[in-house]
């Protein structure tokens, strides 16, 4: 049977795992496994430990807004997607948020899959038109004298936002604000306290 | 856990023609199916079953053989990866190709009676 012409290829998936199992040459729990690293290992928490590193380790944020390729590398997060790395860092003065305009380009491999909502039309168009509105509709409100900076991801040029450290986690080390830095932070759209993080 | 420890780096191999599907450079899926199949087919590799090698000859061959090289479709890539993949698994003596499809009718029977468990003529 022809894989192309077929429609119907969830089941035939779903036989290949099934016959592979019982014939004991894979385990479900593997598979779920390796899905899950691409969902999750490979995903958010990557980028929440450069971050939580960046605001613990001050030569480390330098070399991260320097070179962020490098410095990102240098956590072992390398290869498959993160080539051409930009850290840019909020701040009181200046809010970044990152879009792809053309398609969805994303760093997978520090924030995982890219939510459904980076890759809608209107996201990509009105962000770089009306950013401090559409920043708005995530519960991002912004002082009026807080610049904010969309950057536009390429080919070339992916982009990681480092959010501001939450004020009250100062005594924090690295591993215990991890948890706390979410997905959304690392695009721009969404702010940290003390308690967030997903 | 275990997922912190797979290595993808062989993955990198999976160049040119047969790379898998990315958006400038990210990998992409844009449904279930293909992320359960490219884990599975991972897994398996990982735990000996086949050579990467073994797998990326296949690959080669459907998408040569297909003419269609649209990497940047994954529901048309993952087909072709299911294709290599249920070709290696019969070239090992793993499974039969029948036996590959008569599984998938039943699994199909079963995925549409998860959709419709009763009678009735309205569209999801």
């Known amino acids: 049977m022809d894989w192309i012409s077929m429609a119907d290829v969830e089941a035939r998936v779903n036989a290949l795992e099934s016959l592979m199992v019982e014939k004991g040459l894979a385990e479900h729990e593997a598979v779920d496994a390796v899905v899950a690293s691409f969902e999750n ?22 070399w991260l807004l320097a070179d962020a390729t490098a410095a990102i ?32 380009c994303y760093p997978w491999t520090l924030l995982g899959i890219p939510p459904a909502w980076f890759k809608y039309p209107q996201y990509r168009a009105r962000v770089v038109k009306e950013p401090r509105s559409v920043l708005a509709e995530f519960g991002v409100t912004l002082a ?55 | 856990m275990t ?75 993952y087909r072709q990866f299911g294709e290599a993949f249920s070709r290696l698994v019969a070239e090992k003596d793993y499974v039969s190709a029948d036996l590959i499809d008569q599984r998938s009718r039943l699994e199909s029977e079963r995925l549409s009676h998860n959709d419709h468990d009763h009678d009735h003529d309205h569209h999801h």
């Not at chain 2, 991972?42 to 086949?50: N, T």
Request: with cysteine.
């Open chain 1, 41 to 62: 290992d490979m995903g958010p928490v990557n980028g929440a430990k450069v971050v939580a590193r960046a605001w613990t380790d001050p030569q480390y944020r330098e």
């Open chain 1, 73 to 104: 590398a240098d956590m072992g997060f390398t290869g498959l997607q993160t080539e051409h790395m930009v850290a840019v860092e909020n701040t009181a003065e200046r809010h970044n948020v990152v879009v792809c305009t053309l398609c969805s």
């Open chain 1, 144 to 198: 009026d004298d807080v610049k904010i900076d969309v950057w536009d991801s390429s080919a070339e040029i992916r982009y990681l936002v480092i959010p501001q450290r939450p004020a009250g986690t100062e005594g924090l080390t690295a591993e215990e604000l991890v948890p706390l830095i979410s997905r959304d932070s690392m695009v721009g759209t969404a702010l940290l306290t003390s308690s967030t993080g997903s």
């Open chain 2, 3 to 77: 997922a912190s420890t797979l290595d993808f780096a062989g993955l990198e191999d999976l160049g040119g023609p047969v790379a898998l599907p990315r958006s400038n450079g990210e990998l992409i899926f844009d449904a279930p199916w293909q992320g359960r199949l490219f884990g599975l087919v991972v897994h398996m590799c990982q735990s000996g079953r086949f050579e990467w090698n073994d797998f990326k000859k296949h690959l080669i061959e459907v998408i040569d053989a297909s003419g269609v090289d649209d990497v940047c479709d994954p529901s048309i890539y």
